[in-house]
Nanobody
Framework: QVQLVESGGGLVQAGGSLRLSCAVL????????MGWFRQAPGKEREGVAT???????DYANSAKGRFTISKDNAKNTLYLQMNSLKPEDTAMYYC??????????????????????WGQGTQVTVSS
């Protein structure tokens, strides 16, 4: 059984930075695709960035150039470094993972990402 535990959210002013963490608890020896999603009030959950077991990364257009996804294998932790934050980045951010035998791991809607596991979320609020 795998558990995903997010942390690092908070309140930040526009233009500021935050680093979200997603600790992966349990066995993850298989190939995988992991991603960060976010959901703002009244909106659908959307993909932000993805990372797979060979280091492939992908970003939503809204995240390109500002966010960086990475993983520390020694700590088994996925990160999302978010810079130049905007008020429209305000949302609950979720970590997700699915076992994957292919290298394909693009940013995708929830219904296509088909996660096996979800974290509980961490709130990010960006003030103007």
């Amino acid at each position: 059984q795998v558990q995903l535990v997010e942390s690092g959210g908070g309140l930040v002013q526009a233009g500021g930075s935050l680093r979200l963490s997603c600790a992966v608890l349990g066995s993850t020896n298989s190939s995988y695709c992991m991603g960060w999603f976010r959901q703002a009030p009244g909106k659908e959950r959307e993909g932000v960035a993805t990372f797979n077991s060979i280091g492939f990364t992908d970003y939503a257009n809204s995240a390109k150039g500002r966010f960086t996804i990475s993983k520390d294998n020694a700590k088994n932790t996925l990160y999302l470094q978010m810079n130049s934050l905007k008020p429209e980045d305000t949302a609950m951010y979720y970590c997700a993972a699915r076992r994957s035998s292919t290298i394909s791991c693009p940013v995708a809607p929830v219904t296509r990402f088909l996660a096996d596991y979800w974290g509980q979320g961490t709130q990010v609020t960006v003030s103007s």
